[in-house]
């Protein structure tokens, strides 16, 4: 439905996190666990490779990517099956940690498992870090049980804020995608991920105390 270069066009070079590299390690999960899982790799594919395609266009941090990212999907493939683009677009608008559609179909749920797994383990917390520089957030500070027990969709609007560091991220968010995750194969490729990043922070708290 569309190719890994006629996609590339609609991405920024300018998002370290969100930008076509982090859309390449998506596809390349999301065809590791379409082929084990018996997916439509045909849908997957589309969806993979158009699921951020709204962040370059938000106009304000308001406006749910993945909702105008189907949006967006349905025009751009619009020359193929009906029945074909509305699960592209149904997946589309389905991936968002913070959203309030769960993944309804196996080609959603894939897509919102490898997205997920590429926000946790160590590229997980190099794109932490990249947003927060960019953000010019500090590498730490200590977070309030509040802050951590909130539900998905409230913490949003603390995440360009001088207070938000990488570590309030891991734990409002990152600590528990593992947890959210559909597919058997991605909460096996998760578990290492996971462990590595658990490590590393509860090694940062360390060093930030000054025991190590």
Known sequence: MISIEEARQYYSDHDPAHGFDHVLRVWRLAQRIGQKEGANME????????????????????????????????????????ELVERVAEAIAQHRFRGKQKPSSLEAQILYDADKLDAIGAIGIARAYA??????????????????????????????????TPIHEYLFKLAKLKNTLYTETAKQIAEERDRFMRGFFERLDREVAGEL
């Open 131 to 164: 947003i927060a520089g960019a953000r010019r957030q500090k590498l730490w500070a200590p977070v309030p049980s509040s802050y951590i027990n909130r539900p998905p969709h409230e913490g949003k609007g603390d995440l360009e804020s001088a207070e938000h």
């Open 43 to 82: 849908i997957l594919q589309a969806a993979v490779l158009l699921h951020d395609i709204a962040r370059v266009h938000q106009g304000s941090r308001h406006t749910c990517h993945a909702q105008l990212g189907a949006q967006m999907a349905r025009k751009i493939l619009a020359g193929h099956p009906p």
